[in-house]
């Protein structure tokens, strides 16, 4: 079992939704972090999170919209997406601040289909 | 800038011979290198970690990675392959100064058959 949970496992929406992911972690991990993924393909970094504050957005589409309400929570609000949203958008959490070769932990992702 | 190279789309093994899923990277300071799984409709598993020192490191279900400096090479190896290990395989590099972030390769899709 993961133990990054990530809410729904599914979710389709029309171009004019709002919607939220949710992700949640209890390893006291303080850097989260959001991927996007098509199939067959390696994740895209989004956004990361480090002691709750935005640290890295890799120029993603103001449609996409992080949130951090506590160290064990992370969601990403969506509104008016398009087509080419579509994928695998997946959580990860890892220690931060400690050795570098401390492992990102996945969970298992919310399949988004845009309509 | 790091990258991380997976020359490979696709491996196909028979169950029970060894198999290798090869990776090599490029980065500017200390590599710190992991290997993650991903069965279908499941996010990326950890598999293993470089160890500073180990050569050989050993991780998950049989899995171990062979760290080559001069090769730049972190190759993923298990003695005898199981039908269950078919999956897609990446291989990430997180460099120093880079902050959290993790460079992925391509991704190689391993099949093992009967």
């Known amino acids: 079992d993961t133990e990054v949970t990530q809410t729904p496992k599914h979710l389709v929406m029309g171009m004019t939704n709002k919607k939220s992911l949710k992700c949640e972690q209890h390893?006291?991990?303080?850097?989260m972090y959001w991927y996007k993924q098509k199939a067959k393909k390696p994740p895209e970094l989004m956004f990361v999170y480090s002691y709750e504050k935005l640290s890295i957005n890799e120029s993603v589409p103001s449609r996409f919209s992080p949130e951090c309400p506590n160290s064990s929570l992370l969601n990403l609000h969506l509104h008016a997406l398009q087509p080419e949203d579509s994928a695998l958008y997946l959580c990860a959490s890892s220690q931060d601040g400690g050795p570098p070769n401390q492992p990102q932990h996945f969970g298992d992702g919310t399949r988004l289909s845009i309509l | 800038a790091q990258s991380v190279a997976q020359p490979e789309d696709q491996v196909n093994v028979a169950e029970g011979n060894p198999l290798t899923v090869k990776c090599t990277y490029s980065?500017?300071?200390?590599?710190?290198l992991f290997w993650y799984v991903q069965y279908p409709n499941r996010g990326l598993q950890f598999l293993l970690k470089?160890?500073?020192?180990?050569?050989l490191v050993k991780g998950s279900y049989g899995f171990e990675a062979e760290f080559n400096k001069s090769q730049t090479s972190f190759h993923l190896k298990k003695p005898s392959a199981l039908v269950s290990d078919s999956a897609l395989y990446f291989c990430a590099v997180r460099a120093t100064g880079e902050g959290n972030k993790l460079t992925f390769g391509t991704g190689t899709q391993l099949k093992v058959e009967l």
């Open positions: 470089y160890i500073t020192g180990d050569n």
């Open positions: 980065v500017s300071g200390n590599p710190y």
């Open positions: 390893m006291g991990h303080r850097a």
